[in-house]
């Protein structure tokens, strides 16, 4: 039942119309219905190792009233490349940022000067008349120096409350409307998830009631340093990192990062990552009120029914898989696949979806709730509304997803591991690194029926190749590269050229266990890539 609030508002916008203040009343009425959105953004967040358990309000307000996806994918598996392809619905080698740094791209002059004013939020606030609010992390970088320093804000946003840098819980600076705000350590003041579901309450207290919004809250948890509340610092006590089927065990047949883990794992690891899964479920229980809040407010002032809501995260995590201690850049499940709940106008409750979609589709669905084509925006991904709304038997949707990672690691490699030599990063104590520069591959993920696979492709001297059937070895412990049917082994090695060279149109072409599927590398769209080169050059 809508509010008296909204119904005056409504009223007061046809009294001005028909007082000259306003051109038509079509434009105000399609505004003034169209519906609002809000976008909450988990730092982390996984779904394969358990990572909703906690989120028991969360699952219910949001997945229970509407649709969960159960396979939600990320183009790739770290922060900033992540949030990059989410703001622009692009794949990371079409805006092109690469890793957590300045100098890869993230949040630097080329990024702001190319990508920025093309993000979904800036398309929202400029073509569709939408009022936007943003808190929480941005970018990484976001805040340097180097790059325009706080007093930046990202075109687009009417209301912006950015996080200097990387994801912290206390002792943190806030970029207000381009203002220095800087908190301390007082739970009561500073506590960073509840300061952001506190502004975005008063956000939504204040803000007009004319237009429709788009609110973005991008919380800390539950990233590291992983820092509870108070109250919740006792919580899951005996809870520890799930012991499954890929836990401290060796990663025969994988790439060489993985290889030289130590199996099984230092007392010291197990010790400290099953204290990192606690911790970091101990956050998320703030992140559980932040949304019972937001909820119970969009409820009481009449807009809940007439609002989306989605819940992701931006990667993945692991504890212990592959004898890993924790971390996320790699290529398997529980770094890439995410959770992904949505609620909202016409979507009915306690639905899953299994479609593959990717956080490249958030743009494109936001956008096309928002009334705005997507085409225009040359964005990669797909709108994923149809199959929200109950029409996904009448549509015809993707069968795969690309995966893009570029490892980091220095030229001098890590002092306490010789023996690694160099190129490695994210080294711990008992010599076990989560990363190197060779670390660089490019995955597609398939889903269609008959075929649940996963093929990578290394940039390394080795061309590593890793390919999983995850039907029958869901935990990914078998890798068929030197098994598989040569003839799908070419088809996915072409596919995978195709992808990494695609753009805009040509992302959503037909995969390889499509009967639409065109195997010839000639349609290969960009052929000024490389290897498309290479690949054109061959069938000569």
Not at 127 to 156: C, M, R
Not at 425 to 444: G, I, K, R
Not at 513 to 519: C, G, K, L, N, V
Request: charged share 20%; glycine share 6%.
């Amino acid at each position: 039942m809508i509010s008296i609030r909204l119904w005056l508002t409504a009223l007061l916008n046809y009294l001005l119309v028909s007082a000259g203040w306003f051109p038509t009343y079509s434009r105000v009425e399609a505004t003034f219905h169209r519906p609002n959105i809000v976008l909450i953004l988990a730092d982390d967040l996984d779904v394969a190792i358990g990572g909703m358990i906690p989120l028991k309000k969360t699952k219910k307000l949001i997945g229970e009233a509407g649709i969960s996806f159960t396979n939600a994918y990320v183009a790739s598996p770290l922060c900033c490349p992540s949030r990059a392809s989410i703001l622009t619905g692009k794949y990371p080698h079409n805006h092109m940022v690469v890793n957590n740094t300045l100098e890869g791209n993230c949040s630097s002059p080329a990024w702001q000067k190319r990508h920025e004013p093309n993000t979904f939020p800036a398309l929202l606030s400029r073509h569709a008349q939408y009022q936007t609010f943003f808190a929480g992390k941005y970018l990484n970088e976001y805040g340097n120096s180097e790059a325009g320093g706080i007093d930046h804000v990202p075109p687009g946003w009417d209301h912006w409350f950015g996080l200097e840098k990387n994801s912290k819980y206390y002792n943190y600076t806030l970029s207000v409307n381009g203002k220095a705000r800087k908190h301390g350590e007082n739970y009561s003041k500073d506590y960073l998830t509840d300061v952001l579901a506190n502004a975005s309450l008063n956000f939504l207290e204040y803000k007009s009631s004319s237009r429709p919004f788009f609110l973005m809250i991008s919380t800390p948890a539950p990233h590291s340093p992983w820092t509870a509340a108070p109250q919740y610092e006792k919580s899951f006590a005996d809870v520890r990192a799930p012991r499954e089927a890929n836990f401290d065990v060796h990663g025969k047949g994988k790439h060489w990062l993985i290889r030289q883990a130590r199996t099984p794992m230092s007392n010291s690891s197990v010790q400290f990552l099953d204290d990192v899964y606690r911790r970091r479920w101990q956050t998320l229980l703030s992140v559980d009120d932040l949304v019972e809040k937001l909820v119970q407010h969009l409820d009481t002032s009449g807009e809940l029914q007439n609002t989306y809501i989605f819940f992701t995260s931006d990667n993945g995590y692991h504890t212990g898989q592959f004898s890993l201690p924790v971390d996320k850049r790699q290529l398997y499940e529980f770094d890439i696949k995410v959770p992904l709940l949505v609620r909202g106008p016409g979507i009915k409750p306690n639905q899953t979806c299994q479609m593959l979609v990717a956080n490249i589709d958030l743009g494109p669905t936001i956008m096309d709730i928002a009334g705005h084509s997507v085409n225009p925006t040359q964005m990669d991904g797909m709108s994923f509304l149809p199959l929200m709304s109950g029409q996904g038997n009448n549509v015809t949707w993707r069968t795969d997803v690309l995966l893009e990672y570029n490892g980091e690691g220095g030229d001098d490699g890590d002092p306490s591991c010789p023996v690694l030599g160099p190129g490695v990063s994210q080294c711990f104590p008992d010599c076990v690194c989560e990363d190197a520069s060779n670390n660089t591959y490019t995955c597609v993920r398939t889903l269609a029926r008959g075929a649940n696979l996963q093929y990578c492709e290394f940039e390394d001297s080795e061309l590593f190749v890793e390919v999983y059937n995850l039907t029958a070895d869901p935990f990914q412990l078998i890798n068929i590269a030197k098994t598989i049917d040569q003839e799908v082994l070419e088809k996915m090695n072409r596919r995978t050229i195709m992808l990494q060279t695609c753009s805009g149109l040509s992302c959503r072409t037909p995969g390889v266990f499509e009967p639409r599927y065109r195997s010839d590398a000639r349609f290969v769209l960009n052929s000024n890539h490389p290897r498309a080169r290479e690949l054109l050059k061959s069938l000569k």
